[in-house]
């Protein structure tokens, strides 16, 4: 299944701070031109700015991107059958220069959420239609961009990597039928309560191992017998 990916997504949500569209531009100088910044000019060779002061740097080539304004960093890398290169490299590469230099230098603090989104591109399935169906007693038929959304808490206590607080992890799952396949996306994300104000308090290998072995052991447990259908 992991051939079947097509994108990663990685999200840390801050506490909210209205100083960040004033320093926006040496945070993006230091992500384009810093000598310890795994990024580079070339990477995300273009920049826009929103009516909301928010600042995204982006490659239309490749459509991969960095979106940082006062409450979220959020990055969007393309995997193209390469995806334990790309996911060691967010993890190791990116994630020690977000902690010990963007998030360090710029005050970047109180950690809410780390959220990594695994995006697969996979083939249709009746399923999708019998759900509908189910859920309308039959009175819709041959539907079409079906898009279903779905959501399971659980508290962190099979290995609680901070004591006592209410720290817990949250897995979204969402299907989107588009015109010859499925878009399907397993949003794991971590809470911290309370908030660590240091992003290397966050244990953040930790969090991309585990939402790795979720992957794995849990969503593909499902994913492959719904692939292994679609035709039937």
């Known amino acids: 299944m992991k051939d079947n990916i097509i994108g990663l997504t990685v999200g840390i949500k801050y506490a909210k701070s209205f100083r960040i569209p004033d320093i926006a531009g040496d945070i993006i100088d230091n992500i384009l031109y810093s000598d310890k910044t795994p990024f580079g000019a070339d990477f995300f060779p273009e920049m826009q700015e929103n009516s909301r002061r928010e600042k995204t740097l982006y490659n239309s080539v490749t459509e991969e991107y960095l979106r940082i304004n006062t409450d979220d960093l959020i990055l969007g890398i393309v995997v193209n059958k390469n995806f334990e290169k790309k996911y060691a490299w967010i993890r190791d590469d990116i994630f020690n220069y977000f902690k010990n230099v963007l998030f360090k230098e710029y005050q970047l603090k109180n950690i809410k959420r780390i959220g990594i989104i695994f995006s697969h591109k996979i083939g249709k399935n009746k399923n999708l239609d019998q759900a509908v169906n189910l859920l309308t007693e039959n009175k819709i038929n041959d539907t079409e961009n079906i898009n279903i959304s779905f959501s399971k808490k659980d ?78």
């Open 155 to 232: 508290s962190v206590v099979e290995a609680l990597y901070r004591k006592g607080v209410s720290d817990y992890k949250n897995a979204i799952y969402n299907f989107i039928e588009i015109k010859e396949a499925t878009l399907a996306s397993l949003d794991y994300q971590y809470y911290y309560d309370p908030a660590p104000e240091d992003l290397r308090e966050c244990f953040t290998e930790k969090v991309f191992d585990d939402a790795k072995s979720f992957l794995e052991k849990n969503y593909y447990s499902w994913l492959n017998n719904y692939e292994a259908k679609k035709d039937k």
